[in-house]
């Protein structure tokens, strides 16, 4: 029921993902009134899928606090309920992300030493890919919630992009050690003297992301999110201005025509939808976002993220690498 072009996108996508997974099942959460007209008219294979019906889902501007109170029957706490009593091996969402971050962490629980999960995804980079979080769980963080999202995001990207040691950049408006907020320089501090020290390459800037700088981008939830939208948009700018030129003179439409290929190829690279699927991390369960405005490409994206990361185990995996969070409470101890 959440997202810009809901219930339509989700069930399409779902159709997607049921013609990719001959093995993964799906429990469909919603108003069966207003989601049923569009299971009929993807066809969904009824042996495929179990509809759970609620007419309560949570509002894309409520607000996290009040849909704690009210939307216990909602489709969104009910999805994530399913995971938690193991009637399902994920939940994806392209709902209300805050609500979404309350419920799956008041259902299924962070991990040991995590105070605060984080919204983790992939990107594309010059270099290949990289890992950004947080983009836009927690608005503002303290040092030690950015460098749980460090110890996070290095332990995701050793399991997702197989990377033997990940490099680690916290995201500020300069590279000098003096720039950005009291907590950032802290967080970095930390960093410096914990057991990721080897990793830790000091502070990144926005330009880094697409330059592939680091490995892990670490940053709170508020200017992840603005950084990851502003990422989209220059994506989508450049698809249009691309299509601009080719509508200009008859060389300038020759020249696209030979290079249409490899303009194809770009435009798919580029597809924001190709990354959608954004996994809170931290919790005790799979946990993912998708994006609001994502289509049908997008949500099957999402889907995507969701099967990998159960068959992979990320969260046994990531649990099995947290042992150097263990590093903060000494450091408070002492």
């Keep these: ?40 008219k993807y066809r969904l294979d009824s042996e495929r899928y179990e509809f759970i019906h609620t007419p309560d889902y949570v ?31 994920a939940v994806v969402s392209s709902g209300n992300t805050g609500a979404l971050m309350a419920f799956s962490k008041l259902i299924l629980g962070t991990m040991p030493g995590i105070h605060r999960p984080a919204i983790v995804t992939i990107l594309p980079t010059r270099k290949g890919e990289c890992v950004v979080l947080d983009l836009g769980a927690n608005a503002e963080c303290s040092a030690r919630n950015l460098v749980e999202f460090a110890v996070m995001g290095e332990a995701y990207c050793r399991a997702v992009l197989k990377r033997e040691h990940p490099t680690i950049g916290l995201l500020n408006i300069g590279s000098e050690e003096i720039k950005g907020r009291d907590e950032i320089r802290q967080a970095a501090q930390i960093l410096r003297d914990s057991p990721l020290s080897n990793e830790f ?24 999110n603005i950084a990851l939208k502003a990422i989209e948009g220059t994506a989508r700018l450049m698809v249009g201005l691309l299509k601009d030129v080719a509508a200009g003179c008859l060389l300038a439409k020759l020249g696209f025509l030979l290079a249409l290929p490899a303009l ?27 994006h609001g405005g994502a289509d049908a490409f997008g949500f099957a994206n999402a889907i995507n993220v969701a099967v990998d990361t159960v068959r992979n185990d990320l969260v046994g995996n990531i649990a099995k690498q947290l042992t150097s969070i263990q590093f903060l409470d000494e450091e408070k101890e002492k």
């Design 264 to 290: 194809r190829r770009l435009k798919k690279k580029m597809d924001p939808g190709r990354y959608n699927g954004a996994m809170l991390v931290g919790l005790k369960g799979i946990s993912i976002k998708s």
């Design 59 to 89: 509002a894309s501007d409520e607000k996290p606090s009040a849909a704690v109170r009210s939307g216990r029957n909602s489709s969104l706490w009910l999805a994530i309920d399913s995971v938690k009593k193991g009637k399902a091996a």
């Design 201 to 224: 390459k000091g502070f990144v800037e926005s330009d880094d992301i697409a330059l592939g700088a680091v490995d892990v981008f670490v940053t709170d939830g508020f200017t992840g």
């Design 1 to 40: 029921m959440g997202g810009d072009n809901a219930p339509d996108s989700v069930i399409a996508g779902v159709k997607s993902a049921e013609q990719k997974y001959s093995d993964v099942r799906f429990l469909i959460f919603g108003d069966e009134g207003k989601v049923r007209p569009f299971i009929d």
